[in-house]
């Protein structure tokens, strides 16, 4: 159906006149760009460009064209058109205006000036995290000042969304872990003969380290990340603003239920999770080392005292508001389209991992030098 | 023929039609849009496509810019057959058509001028100074300042989204422009110039533009013809002037309204000066 192209081509039977052939289109114009920059016009007073060969000529020709056209004018050679049909004599034209303007460059920024302003962006967010946690706690003043102001149905389907219907999940990851935990400790205990303390291992780590931890990074990625991509898509489609203009707070109808919910989940699933765990545990002993399951919950009530349950559900509190404000946080962050909400949505996620990681270790730290 | 828009196609150049849709057929499950729809598109006019909210005129541009296959007919673009063309001839129709979106459609991890710039530098060798001068070209000939090619599109407003989108669609001096409502949620003086940029391009490129509008003023100042549909078909084709003396209600409807008096007032003020 259709013929193929003739590429673009030039040639310069005598100094002063260069005869230009074949299609000078983005599309076939090929390397005829080299060759043109190779040709000038040194001894010639008037260069005349035959266009009477030409198949057809676009903008890409003709700016290559004058590219290589305005060197030669610099020189002071005077440039004529021979046989040029009117319209692409016109490109011509507007183009060797054009030509003249100077491309706009990105401006470089130094090395120093890239730190510097890395370091007030990170301080601005910081402020602004600061500041949003301030205006959650506001907003959660005046909600304790008015009680009838506090939105009880979102708060009880958030409880739903992030707290039940994350049994499941939370219940067979924790479960794996006590097996895991179990399984790596009888290989050492063995060796000692100490397989009874199988016990103080699974129920110490589980209920105050990773039963805590394995919670919290679940639900930061399963309820963090939805709570900043919800928010996010509410900025973008304008819904945030609309709230406010209505005269709604955005914080109290979609973070304070969120933070309240959160903050009665996470602490029950974390108690489910130490659960799940330990019972993982307890079926490893049981087949690893001979230990049956009331021998190990004989011994786990006698080791395992309640502070050890109550630092683990404590820190998963803590846990909750990290989460729920860095989600909410991010999410009200994006600007504009639907690649921000992407960003944001990552963000959340590693962020609050981050954070609570962080926390956790210097929860450790501070524990074990007031003795707990 | 003049030079750009000849390109070496005798199959097309025998034909005026730049588009011909020959009893297009479109159906969303048991929802008819178009049923034996019939319409030809000349060489180097300006075609506008117009219709009510759900008419099928988004449909139709999406047809015919291979987004959306009709459910049966044949539809003709540059001389190529959408329904028997090869994936090799539709990247080569590709290049030959540009197409504007009502939001733009730019890629919002890049600049503007790398928007502009990307056709070319994904479909040719071009060096990159050269694909930038180009692109830094288009820009301002699309009426946006040169500063605007450095940021990013989610920074832009609509009016200069669908200016840099136009940029865009430039990159290869298409043949054939299609504008999905160029004016739409523009002021009037943004739309205004619009209109005067889409007859500045017309003379420059010479390329046959398809435009998907409501925008009276644009239809009145700009076009050739105009295509008015219906009912699943084309209930009128003419010039606006001849649509104007036209009996069908829907056709009625379109310029019985006040807005439709006014814009065809304004333009026959603007005729006699």
């Known amino acids: 159906m259709q013929t193929p192209l003739i590429p673009a081509d030039i040639a310069q039977p005598d100094p002063g006149l260069f005869v230009l052939t074949g299609s000078w289109t983005a599309r076939a114009v090929g390397d005829v760009d080299r060759k043109l920059v190779s040709m000038s016009a040194a001894d010639a007073a008037e260069v005349v460009i035959d266009g009477s060969h030409l198949d057809t000529i676009d903008s890409v020709g003709v700016w290559i064209l004058q590219r290589q056209l305005k060197k030669i004018r610099d020189k002071g050679v005077s440039i004529r058109l021979l046989d040029w049909s009117s319209h692409s004599q016109k490109l011509m034209e507007i183009v060797e205006e054009q030509i003249a303007v100077p491309l706009l460059q990105t401006p470089q920024i130094s090395l120093l000036e890239k730190i510097g302003r890395k370091g007030e962006a990170v301080w601005k967010d910081t402020f602004s995290l600061l500041s949003f946690i301030g205006e959650a706690a506001l907003a959660f003043v005046r909600i304790v000042a008015h009680p009838m102001r506090w939105r009880v149905r979102p708060t009880l389907k958030y409880i739903q969304i992030a707290g039940f219907d994350a049994l499941p999940i939370v219940g067979l990851t924790s479960f794996l872990l006590g097996i895991v935990v179990a399984y790596q400790g009888a290989d050492q205990l063995r060796h000692y003969g100490a397989n009874i303390f199988v016990v103080d291992l699974v129920g110490f780590s589980m209920l105050r380290e990773f039963s805590p931890l394995i919670t919290a990074i679940i639900i930061a990625g399963r309820s963090g990340s939805a709570y900043a991509a919800q928010i996010g898509t509410m900025v973008v489609t304008e819904e945030i603003d609309a709230m406010r203009t209505i005269g709604i707070e955005p914080i109290d109808l979609l973070v304070l239920p969120k933070i309240i919910a959160l903050a009665v989940a996470l602490p029950l699933l974390t108690v489910f999770s130490d659960v799940t765990g330990v019972l993982g545990g307890m079926i490893m002993a049981r087949s690893q080392l001979d230990i049956g399951f009331n021998e190990f919950l004989v011994r786990f009530g006698s080791e395992i005292h309640l502070p050890a349950l109550l630092i683990g559900v404590g820190k998963a509190f803590v846990f909750a508001f990290i989460i729920v404000i860095i989600g909410c946080y991010q999410g009200f962050r994006t600007k504009g389209n639907a690649d921000s909400v992407g960003r944001q949505t990552t963000r959340s996620v590693v962020q609050s991992i981050f954070i609570v990681i962080v926390l956790d270790s210097l929860f450790s730290v501070i524990f074990s030098m007031l003795d707990l | ?273």
């Open chain 2, 1 to 273: 023929m003049d030079a750009v828009t000849g390109q070496t196609d005798a199959a097309q150049a025998n034909t005026p039609n730049v588009i011909e849709m020959r009893k297009v057929c479109t159906r969303f499950g048991t929802h008819s849009v178009h049923t034996d729809l019939d319409l030809d598109v000349r060489r180097g006019e300006i075609f506008a496509i117009v219709g009510g909210s759900g008419s099928g005129k988004s449909t139709l541009l999406r047809e015919m810019i291979m987004l959306h296959r009709p459910s049966s007919g044949s539809i003709k673009i540059l001389g190529a057959d959408l329904q028997t063309i090869s994936e090799e001839e539709a990247m080569i129709l590709r290049q030959r058509w540009g197409v504007m979106f009502q939001h733009g459609g730019l890629f919002g991890t890049l600049n503007v001028l790398d928007n502009i710039g990307l056709p070319l530098r994904e479909h040719t060798r071009l060096d990159d100074t050269l694909i930038n001068e180009l692109a830094a070209w288009k820009l301002t000939l699309s009426g946006l300042k040169p500063e605007t090619g450095l940021q990013y599109p989610p920074e832009l407003s609509g009016g200069m989204l669908k200016r840099a989108s136009l940029a865009r669609a430039l990159a290869f001096d298409p043949e054939l422009l299609f504008l999905d409502e160029p004016t739409a949620g523009l002021d009037p003086g943004g739309a205004g110039g619009i209109d005067t940029l889409v007859r500045t391009l017309h003379d420059l490129y010479r390329s046959t533009i398809v435009i998907i509008t409501h925008d009276l003023d644009l239809l009145w100042q700009v076009t050739d013809r105009v295509a008015v549909l219906g009912e699943g078909k084309v209930v009128g084709l003419g010039s606006m002037m001849e649509l104007s003396q036209m009996d069908h209600p829907i056709i009625r409807g379109y310029f019985d309204g006040p807005r439709g008096r006014t814009a065809q007032e304004q333009a026959q003020k603007l005729n006699k000066e």
